[in-house]
């Protein structure tokens, strides 16, 4: 039995929400920072990271002082505004290629400590406490965890009806992406909405684990204070079908004292090895890898041992660690050795031809991706995937909707 809640929610004047939202604040390299801040005077970033050239200077303690600051001048300008009761939305997101359609709730805490929301992926304990600062300091959260829910015909049906209407925004971003918000305000939809999701007894974190624990963590800390919203988090939660998961490829720095002869020597152990030499390829299937090396890409087929029965070791990113990365090339740590990174699988694997031609890195891994059951697999038997296991979509934009607390 799930809870969502419908809330006020604070966001963009309709005439600026196309100004005012905007990435998230790591996707933006150091000139397109500079570039907005300086030319768009209502770009979220501006609340999200005031005084951005001294942000390396200032405590965190004083940044987040300083959001909050901003966050009320937007406020005071109007260029925010507060709804007047609480609502839902239904929000879509229209990429080049694919479509992302949801809504945008509270969730409860209640249900992420009883398992009802379900988690697949570990946290580190300093974000969270990080991001909780964060939270209690600042009085709002702008980032919603992406959740999922199984497919059901019946709510399709129902948010299509509810696009026929005049939306309360469109507009399309510099990054070619329309984005279109339907509010859900009448007291009969609400609880048409409500009941449905009632009737659904697990849904899935896809993406926010961190913020999820934060939420949790800061309603712990400040459960007798009496503030309500601290006992739920804003989610943005879509169907199962309709979540995009990309797998995220590794890319090491050097073989660990092996030459290359002996590397591919090791690998035959437990892989099928077939040279692609230039052919860009990539695995096709589960129990496949590619792999770039000294100038040629070659494709891996694991030699699958039928005594591997567990989730986790049938899981590519797992196998790639336990075979290759670990006793091959001497990665133990896949957070914090500085000798592996990632590149998502949304970028093309000329990326990892390119850094590894370069020089910095010696060698690349692709994966195939996971998909969403092997990911429910993992959350339904309490299990944790390995750290950069997936890249999930849609990417909510910042600033677009609020969550005071």
Known sequence: MSKIIPFKAVRPASDKVGLVSCRNYDDYSAAELAASLNFNPYSFLHVINPAYVNAQKITLDKRFKGVALKYQDFKTEKTLIQEENPVFYVYEIKTKYDKFTGIIAGTSVEDYQNDIIKKHEDTLQYRVE????????????????????????????????????????????????????????????????????????????????????????????????GNKNLRYFMSFLIPESNVKIYEYNRIVRDLNGNSKDEFLKKLEEHFIIKIKEQELWKPQ???????????????????????????????????????????????????????????????????????????????GFMLYPSNINEIKDFADNNLIMPPKSTYIEPKFRSGLMVYEL
């Open 130 to 225: 990080m991001f909780k600062d964060y939270l209690h300091q600042t009085g709002f959260n702008t980032e919603p965890v992406l959740i999922t829910y199984p497919d059901s015909v019946e709510l399709n049906t129902w948010i299509l009806l509810k696009k026929q209407s005049e939306p309360l925004y469109q507009f399309t971003t510099t990054n070619k992406e329309k984005h279109s918000l339907w509010k859900i305000e009448t007291e009969h939809d609400i609880n048409w909405l409500q009941e449905h999701f009632e009737n659904i007894p697990d849904l899935y974190i896809a993406d926010g684990h961190h913020r999820s624990a934060s939420a949790e963590l800061l309603f712990e800390e400040d459960k007798h204070s």
């Open 285 to 363: 299937d589960k129990f496949e890898f590619g792999m770039y090396l000294d100038g040629n890409f070659y494709a891996l087929f694991y030699k699958i041992n039928n005594n591997e029965t567990s989730i986790l070791e049938n899981l590519d990113a797992q196998i790639l660690y336990n075979k290759v990365l670990n006793p091959i090339l001497g990665i133990e740590d896949l957070r914090n050795d500085e000798r592996i990174d990632y590149i998502s699988g949304k970028q093309s694997i000329t990326a990892i031809k390119l850094v590894v031609d370069e020089g910095e890195f010696e060698v």
